[in-house]
Nanobody, 124 residues
C-alpha cells in the first residue's frame, strides 16, 4: 500500500513563503496525477493545485494561482507546493493526494491516496 506524507508546514507571518513537500512511500506515484488541497477551520476542503504525471499540465485554483506553484520530482517520488506572499486566510491544514488517473482534477473524489496533512498558520 502506498502512503503520502506531508511536511514543511509551520507558523509564518503574512508575506512570508513556505514550501510544502509530500513524500510518497511504499509505491511509486510517477504515473498518477497529484494535487494539493487544504481545509481551513469551519470550511470545506478546498482544491488548490494539481499536476499531471509528466508535470506538463498544472492547474491552480484562482485564489492561489498568482502565489502558489506546484511541482513534482518523479525520480524521487516527491510533490511540492511553493507558497509565496502568504496571507492569514491561507491558514489551514494542507493535504497532498494521488489520483487514480495520470492527470489531476479539482474533484476530491478522483483521489484515492491522501496524506495526513500539515498545518500552515499565517499570522497578520
Amino acid at each position: 500500500q502506498g502512503q503520502l506524507v506531508e511536511s514543511g508546514g509551520g507558523l509564518v507571518q503574512a508575506g512570508d513563503s513556505l514550501r510544502l513537500s509530500c513524500a510518497a512511500r511504499g509505491r511509486m506515484f510517477s504515473n498518477n496525477g497529484l494535487a494539493w488541497f487544504r481545509r481551513a477551520p469551519g470550511k470545506d476542503r478546498e482544491f488548490l493545485a494539481s499536476i499531471g504525471w509528466k508535470a506538463d499540465s498544472t492547474v491552480l485554483a484562482d485564489p492561489v494561482k498568482d502565489r502558489f506553484t506546484i511541482s513534482r520530482d518523479n525520480a524521487n517520488n516527491m510533490l511540492y507546493l511553493q507558497m509565496d506572499n502568504l496571507k492569514p486566510e491561507d491558514t489551514a491544514v494542507y493535504y497532498c493526494a494521488a489520483a487514480r488517473r495520470p492527470y489531476g482534477s479539482k474533484n476530491a473524489g478522483d483521489y484515492n491516496y491522501w496524506g495526513q496533512g500539515t498545518q500552515v498558520t499565517v499570522s497578520s
